[in-house]
T-cell receptor, first 113, second 111 residues
Framework: AQSVAQPEDQVNVAEGNPLTVKCTYS??????LFWYVQYPNRGLQFLLK??????LVKGSYGFEAEFNKSQTSFHLKKPSALVSDSALYFC???????????FGQGTELSVKP | NAGVTQTPKFQVLKTGQSMTLQCAQD?????MYWYRQDPGMGLRLIYY???????DKGEVPNGYNVSRLNKREFSLRLESAAPSQTSVYFC??????????FGQGTRLTVV
């Protein structure tokens, strides 16, 4: 069965600094990987995905993620954090048979001025 | 274009009562999902439907049943609600390989 781990419950970053939110996964075969963001009392919004191709994926709001097959990781990054990036971030994986979409436990990102 | 619509948005149940959460999508997606979100636990998959007429258990299916009524609709039923089912429930839909789209959630409290 597939699984996702987000090893950090919370990440604190100063505004203007780079940020990284970590994600590792386990799945049979090649993975489909996703990042979502959730603002307070809202649903989930899609940020970016890796299906195939270039290991560096660019998404919404200046976010990007790097797929590393050997380390089974898909870390979310942004070169310069904004206070408005403060939210809950979820990594998710689906196996390449198009099956279940499994989420990690989430990482709370706090960006301080 | 409504996307994924969940009803109701809020519900309070007494222990032992039953209810059905409704979900409908208008994006012609084959796959639909029900999740629950609890603090510190992330989103946990309750049930999944790969296509009309098929359903499969997720990570936490106990205490729930689902019906994939047609391609658009995927309902979640609590037959005898328990306080442990107090949570925020999200419905989502997707095509086979693409990202999932989420509803706005149902906040359920069981007292």
């Amino acid at each position: 069965a597939q699984s996702v781990a987000q090893p950090e419950d919370q990440v604190n970053v100063a505004e203007g600094n780079p940020l990284t939110v970590k994600c590792t996964y386990s799945v049979s075969g090649n993975p489909y990987l996703f990042w979502y963001v959730q603002y307070p009392n809202r649903g989930l919004q899609f940020l970016l995905k890796y299906i195939t191709g270039d290991n560096l994926v660019k998404g919404s709001y200046g976010f990007e993620a790097e797929f590393n097959k050997s380390q089974t990781s898909f870390h979310l990054k942004k070169p310069s954090a904004l206070v408005s990036d403060s939210a809950l971030y979820f990594c998710a994986v689906r196996d390449n048979q198009g099956g279940k979409l499994i989420f990690g436990q989430g990482t709370e990102l706090s960006v301080k001025p | 274009n409504a996307g994924v619509t969940q009803t109701p948005k809020f519900q309070v149940l007494k222990t032992g009562q039953s209810m059905t959460l409704q979900c409908a999508q208008d994006m012609n997606h084959n796959s639909m999902y029900w999740y629950r979100q609890d603090p510190g636990m992330g989103l946990r998959l309750i049930y999944y439907s790969a296509s009309e007429g098929t359903t499969d258990k997720g990570e936490v299916p106990n205490g729930y049943n689902v019906s994939r009524l047609n391609k658009r609709e995927f309902s979640l039923r609590l037959e005898s609600a328990a306080p442990s089912q107090t949570s925020v429930y999200f419905c989502a839909s997707s095509s086979r390989t693409a990202e999932a789209f989420f509803g706005q959630g149902t906040r359920l409290t069981v007292v």
